[in-house]
């Protein structure tokens, strides 16, 4: 099964889809608002803190089994690399420490993740002079797009562990990205590919009224 499985893509529950797109041309949950990481609101401007985890997904919770997980990483960069989970695994594993800010207005303070760090990650396969951009690739069809610069930062990672045990299949496991200063649709689940760009290429969200950036600090919530 790969990203672009047609059977897939299908299964998505258009209602739900339809409906973040008519929040994206309404600018629902738009308070007009700025803050700024490290400032004194820990908040960002239109959220309000949960203490559970909500699950957000396309109707669709790819079963991954450990043996069968892979990622491909392609694109621009000088070492591309292909890692069942025990090459991942076995790489320098971190443990971070970070906040989830999800457009549907919640946040979620203090979750520990352990995994692998974007920066070893960068370290390994060595992006191209004019690599730039970033899309990840999921299992259930879903893709999303970074710049290098915001994956470039050190409490970026690819997280196998939330509260020290492995991320449950409603949350994106084996692997998922953990990219805690953007919208948690940029914190793609279920990873098996990430693919580096000269030029950007909107992801799912992003070319359905979702902003590009999606830093909630400035509440780049559509666009
Ligand atoms: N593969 C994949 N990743 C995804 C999504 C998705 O549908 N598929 N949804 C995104 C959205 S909109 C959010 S808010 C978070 C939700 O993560 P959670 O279910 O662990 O809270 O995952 C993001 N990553
Ligand atoms: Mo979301």
Known sequence: MTEKDPSLLGKVRDKLIRRKEEWAKEGRLLTGQAGAPGGPERLPPGQREVKNWPVLDLGVQPDVSAEKW????????????????????????????????????????????????????????????????????????????????????ADVLLAHSWEGKPIPREHGGPVRIVLPKRYFWKSAKWVCRIEFLAKDRPGFWEERGYHNEADPWKEERYG
């Open 70 to 153: 892979h990622l491909r990483v392609d694109g621009l960069i000088a070492n591309p690399v292909a890692w069942d989970l025990e090459t991942f695994l076995a790489q320098p594993q971190i443990d971070s420490v970070s906040d989830i800010h999800c457009v549907t207005a919640w946040s979620r303070y203090d979750n520990r993740w352990q995994g692998v760090s974007a920066r070893h990650l960068l370290s390994v396969v060595q992006p191209l002079p004019e690599a730039r951009f970033l899309v990840f690739h999921s299992y259930d069809g879903y893709t999303t797009n970074v710049s290098l610069a915001d994956f470039d930062d």
